[in-house]
């Protein structure tokens, strides 16, 4: 039986990787002054940056609708080959989309099963976990052993980020635990980190965002404890900062698989904001 692999857009999949792995990306929307964007296929992460920069209010964002996701199961509900849905989502402390996936996932039951997952992650934290679904599924892997890989990576994955300014992340009301490094002292660079629930938290302040950096090395390497490990690093506006990080990341770990290098994209990033850096991993 076929299984057909869902996400959403904030899921930072590079087109090519998703195109490749037949991944199927539902679209969140990203509302610039009066005008409404896809993420990702009205608006690239390019253009939003740039948009940003010159925006007189922050950006909002929104889920997509159940119709929305009742289109693309119903469309995989009519191909030729039976198949079931494995549907991984945006944290649901973040946002409202992996519920809105299981009120879809109701809606279409008498036409196709659709398992919903919370990866109570975001970005290409989220990202890597849909693509080793996808890869075990293209591998014939059968749907327990794709549901039980996600939950495993769920359970076994990191994401340890600093940003240029926490403003966007607490104008945008995603600030979560994190808030107790408001009001830090200048260029103290906060790391922050997803708990268990999903939500951001604050791992520890460094002082200037160099030492930030090499700070997540250590922390990611503490981590890995010296395991095979899954990596990758994601960044927005910062392309050099992410290939010098990409470099130190394989250095340090026992990295199995290439290290993708993607950017952060409009609606985590109407959050993260310019200047963004991370690495995510999970052990292989």
């Given at each position: 039986m076929k299984l057909y692999i869902?996400?959403?857009?904030?899921?930072?999949?590079?087109?090519?990787?998703?195109?490749?792995?037949?991944?199927?990306i539902i679209p969140l929307k990203v509302h610039i002054e009066d005008v409404t964007y896809l993420d990702g296929v009205t608006l690239s992460t390019g253009e939003f940056y740039e948009k940003l920069e010159k925006a007189d209010k922050l950006p909002r964002t929104s889920q997509p609708s159940p119709a929305d996701f009742v289109d693309v199961y119903e469309s995989l509900a009519s191909r030729e080959e039976d198949g079931e849905v494995i549907s991984i989502h945006l944290s649901s402390a973040l946002s409202g989309t992996y519920q809105t996936a299981n009120l879809a996932k109701d809606m279409v039951q008498e036409k196709i099963n659709v398992h919903a997952i919370d990866s109570r992650t975001a970005s290409y934290a989220l990202g890597s976990i849909v693509v080793a679904v996808a890869r075990a599924a293209r591998a014939g892997k059968e749907l327990q052993y794709c549901l039980d890989l996600a939950q495993r990576l769920i359970a076994n994955h990191k994401a340890?980020?600093?940003m240029d300014t926490l403003m966007y992340l607490q104008k945008g009301g995603r600030i979560g635990k994190a808030s107790a490094v408001l009001g830090s002292l200048l260029n103290v660079k906060p790391i922050l980190t997803f708990d268990e629930a999903g939500e951001v938290a604050a791992v520890e302040k460094v002082r200037g965002k160099k030492k930030a950096v090499g700070r997540i090395v250590d922390l990611v390497k503490e981590y890995a404890a010296g395991k095979p490990v899954v990596a990758s690093v994601v960044h927005a506006t910062s392309h050099e900062e992410a290939e010098a990080l990409k470099v130190r990341v394989a250095e340090e770990l026992n990295v199995t698989e290439d290290i993708i290098v993607t950017e952060l994209g409009p609606v985590i990033g109407t959050y993260g904001g310019p200047g963004l850096l991370a690495v995510m991993l999970y052990k292989a």
């Open positions: 869902v996400t959403d857009s904030t899921a930072d999949i590079p087109k090519e990787l998703a195109t490749e792995l037949d991944i199927h340890f980020f600093v």
